[in-house]
């Protein structure tokens, strides 16, 4: 399977499934990739985690309570001002926080846009990452090598099973 595919079999599985269920997968990830956001910021003592951790759990709450529209919109600024400038921050630590803001931005997103779009971006932000990480892990791989490394093979799988 090609990263091509991956995405059309999980927007496949993610557009029937309930508006609970795909937060819940977009949450799944988030809380999975804020270890590369609490690394970067343990490294540089820049940005905040404690934003991104509170903006996981108000998505996690909006599938009992719902979301507020402004309230997204406040968390929304919030991440904007923590997200770090890979301009900046030009390590690889400052792409991996960058992906993992983003990401929580993305599912801040869908709370106010409820488009499969934002989860599929969800989930290319932890894909990409470990693309990233197995890259520098790798540098000799070929693009395709890295895609099918048991790492990358079994995140697809995952994300898979999860979007059932």
Known sequence: MDSTQFYERLSN?????SQ????AFGLDICERILVDYVDFYNEYQWGNPAILKEAITYC???ISAGAD???????LTAIEDVLPDTEEFTEPSGTY???????????????NDPEVDHLLNISS???DTINFKLGEAEPDLTDEELLQ????VN????????SK
């Not at 609970?20 to 937060?23: G, P, Q, Y």
């Not at 529209?69 to 968390?75: F, G, T, Y």
Request: charged share 20%; proline share 4%; glycine share 2%.
């Open 149 to 152: 490394q048991p790492v990358m």
């Open 125 to 127: 932000a932890l894909t």
């Open 97 to 111: 926080a960058l992906n993992a803001g983003c990401a929580v931005f993305e599912l801040l997103e869908y709370l």
């Open 155 to 162: 995140e697809w799988n995952y994300q898979l099973e999860i």
């Open 20 to 23: 609970n269920r795909r937060i």
């Open 69 to 75: 529209e402004e309230r997204v919109k406040q968390l």
């Open 13 to 17: 599985q993610l557009t029937p499934l």
């Open 60 to 62: 996690s709450s909006s």
